[in-house]
T-cell receptor, first 118, second 112 residues
Framework: EVQLVESGGGLVKPGGSLRLSCAAS????????MNWVRQAPGKGLEWVSS??????????ADSVKGRFTISRDNAKNSLYLQMNSLRAEDTAVYYC?????FGFGDYWGQGTLVTVSS | QSALTQPASVSGSPGQSITISCTGT?????????VSWYQQHPGKAPKLMIY???NRPSGVSNRFSGSKSGNTASLTISGLQAEDEADYYC????????????FGTGTKVTVL
């Protein structure tokens, strides 16, 4: 069974940093591109970043470019999102999602909440 | 990276059919056959309902169907049921790399 489990969310002050993790199981993690998607409270989904299976290709939304860094460790079946210079508008539930057999988002984690507030 | 445009809300009675539109540009929806649709119930993660414009993953009811014409994609839910009440989002790739994505603004479906 495919499982994606996010962790690392929490309360952080504006300007602070946080590192999210997504632990994958039930599939060959190294064969799939992965994504981070976020959802601010009461708002819609926003694509944040994607990374190819071998980390050769990485893309970011303009809203996080230069502040967030996506990475993965295929040996540990894990996806990461390093978030720096956090702003109030980064407050959201962050999901990891797979680019799978059925395209973008065939499997999602349960999400981890990031709150940026003083 | 502008969001795709969806109606804020759509409603219908049980048994009826409804259609949700998703309008983009030739750089996203109109340029690639990689439109997906997701259903999200409150407090839950999104669930993939349609991929590659009109394909259903295994396990998704055949009451859900997708199509595309030009820069606009559509999701149709036929035989509306109470459990279909949820938020629905479309997404598309925005470049030939297939790694850059964009979501729609989201549509709240209400079953009357």
């Amino acid at each position: 069974e495919v499982q994606l489990v996010e962790s690392g969310g929490g309360l952080v002050k504006p300007g602070g940093s946080l590192r999210l993790s997504c632990a994958a199981s039930g599939f060959t993690f190294s064969s799939y591109s992965m994504n981070w998607v976020r959802q601010a409270p009461g708002k819609g989904l926003e694509w944040v970043s994607s990374i190819s299976s071998s980390s050769s290709y990485i893309y970011y939304a303009d809203s996080v470019k230069g502040r967030f860094t996506i990475s993965r460790d295929n040996a540990k079946n894990s996806l990461y999102l390093q978030m720096n210079s956090l702003r109030a508008e980064d407050t959201a539930v962050y999901y990891c999602a797979r680019d799978g057999t059925f395209g973008f988002g065939d499997y999602w984690g349960q999400g981890t909440l990031v709150t940026v507030s003083s | 990276q502008s969001a795709l445009t969806q109606p804020a809300s759509v409603s219908g009675s049980p048994g009826q059919s409804i259609t949700i539109s998703c309008t983009g540009t030739s750089s996203d929806v109109g340029g690639y056959n990689y439109v997906s649709w997701y259903q999200q119930h409150p407090g839950k993660a999104p669930k993939l309902m349609i991929y590659d414009v009109s394909n259903r993953p295994s396990g998704v009811s055949n009451r859900f169907s997708g199509s595309k014409s030009g820069n606009t994609a559509s999701l149709t839910i036929s035989g509306l049921q109470a459990e279909d009440e949820a938020d629905y989002y479309c997404s598309s790739y925005t470049s030939s790399s297939t790694l850059e994505k964009v979501f729609g603004t989201g549509t709240k479906v209400t079953v009357l």
